[in-house]
């Protein structure tokens, strides 16, 4: 029988490392024996090992630059082939291949997935810098356009019933399915002991390790966490230490480099040891759809504090599995980590509970079944 053929359309992907990248290394692997698989992603650089049974096809990228991201330029033509060549399109945010994979889908009438990440209207607007007038504008424009083409999908893969809603609050009506993002809780496990781990990555036993692991955009607010680390340092300089690992802004690495009290690691292939090193973990993002890295997090049993963005709180339920926080809230982040700091039991049971939760609802094996279960009605 001559398996579905699906074009996957995605401007970002290895070797870059970010949420959406993380999400198709996780899930084309495990359907790729099930469909005859087609990527077009960005030539970002880096050494990428290639796929089993996936095709991968590069196109170039442009020469602006906005943040610490470098688009694809448009490909009409290498695009529009691949879309004729397929039986379903599934697309992953409205980068230049994203979105010309969506109207050529259309144009073409062929089925049509997107899956949501991000809010792209929401990114743009908190991440680059722009002043307030320009900003506006930007926000303006991407959230219209990202309206439209998203209406123009026969389904949207959506990771929480929160961002649902909120793209129907945005006037995005086209049919919605949930699919929770999963982790693999084989890999993310707590450490056999707390003081080895620090040890392998060269931090002191001895203390209280805050972290943060992804990628350094400005829309990570990671101000907010560099100022509450420092006011809390002011009591606490013996007892903590900051542990930041990521690759993005220059301006934002800048920020936890070569500074007292703080370890800034570049983005690594293998996360595991460093979030097993942490005893707590901050997510003081200004937007998420679902935060893969706090449920990392708290499937290695490391205590949360984090944003209520996204879906993050549905499953982070303060006091019981984390804590949360207001958005560029300082003072009470910085209250938050001296709380945990001092009360080594409430880490405790935090971190326990947060990896029952994710044990109990997030899975790659049910994430990628109701993936195939879904396009294979195509």
Not at 274 to 293: N, P
Not at 323 to 329: A, W
Request: aromatic share 10%; net charge positive; hydrophobic share 40%.
């Amino acid at each position: 029988m001559e398996k579905l053929k699906v074009l996957i359309a995605t401007d970002s992907f290895l070797p870059r490392w970010d949420g959406v990248a993380r999400f198709l290394n996780e899930v084309l692997p495990r359907i790729a024996l099930d469909f005859e698989i087609t990527v077009l992603a960005p030539e970002f650089l880096g050494t990428f090992k290639p796929y089993e049974h996936i095709n991968v096809k590069r196109l170039r990228l442009s020469s602006r630059v906005f943040g610490d991201y470098t688009p694809a330029r448009f490909h009409y033509r290498e695009i529009k082939k691949e879309v004729s060549r397929a039986d379903v399109v599934w697309t992953h945010a409205l980068g230049p291949i994203g979105a010309l994979a969506m109207f050529e889908a259309k144009r073409q009438g062929k089925p049509l997935i997107a899956n949501i990440h991000i809010f792209e209207w929401e990114l743009v607007h908190k991440s680059p810098g722009f002043n307030p007038l320009v900003s506006a504008i930007v926000y303006f424009v991407v959230r219209h356009f990202a309206r439209f083409m998203y209406n123009r999908c026969d389904l949207i893969f959506v990771p929480s019933i929160e961002v649902a809603e909120i793209l129907s609050f945005e006037k995005i009506n086209a049919n919605k399915r949930i699919i929770h993002l999963g982790v693999d809780h084989q890999k993310f496990v707590p450490p056999e002991s707390k003081p080895d781990a620090k040890r392998l990555i060269g931090l002191n036993p001895e203390k209280v390790v805050i972290g943060y692991f992804g990628r350094l955009g400005r829309e990570k607010d990671l101000l907010t966490l560099y100022r509450a680390y420092m006011r809390l340092r002011k009591t606490h300089e013996s007892k903590v230490h900051l542990l930041v690992v990521g690759s993005g802004v220059p301006a934002v690495e800048n920020i936890f480099r070569n500074k007292p009290g703080i370890t800034y690691v570049p983005s690594q292939d293998d996360i595991v040891p460093y979030i097993q090193a942490m005893d707590i973990y901050c997510l003081t993002s200004l937007t998420e759809t679902t935060s893969l890295s706090t449920l990392e997090a708290m499937s290695c049993e490391v205590a949360v504090i984090a944003t209520p963005v996204g879906a993050v709180a549905e499953y982070v339920k303060h006091g019981k599995n984390g804590l949360l926080f207001s958005r560029e809230d300082k003072y009470t982040l910085f209250t938050s980590m001296r709380q945990l700091a001092d009360d080594p039991a409430l880490r405790e049971s935090l971190g326990s509970n947060g990896r029952k939760t994710v044990l109990y609802r997030f899975s790659w094996d049910l994430t990628v079944e109701e993936i195939k279960e879904v396009l294979k009605l195509y």
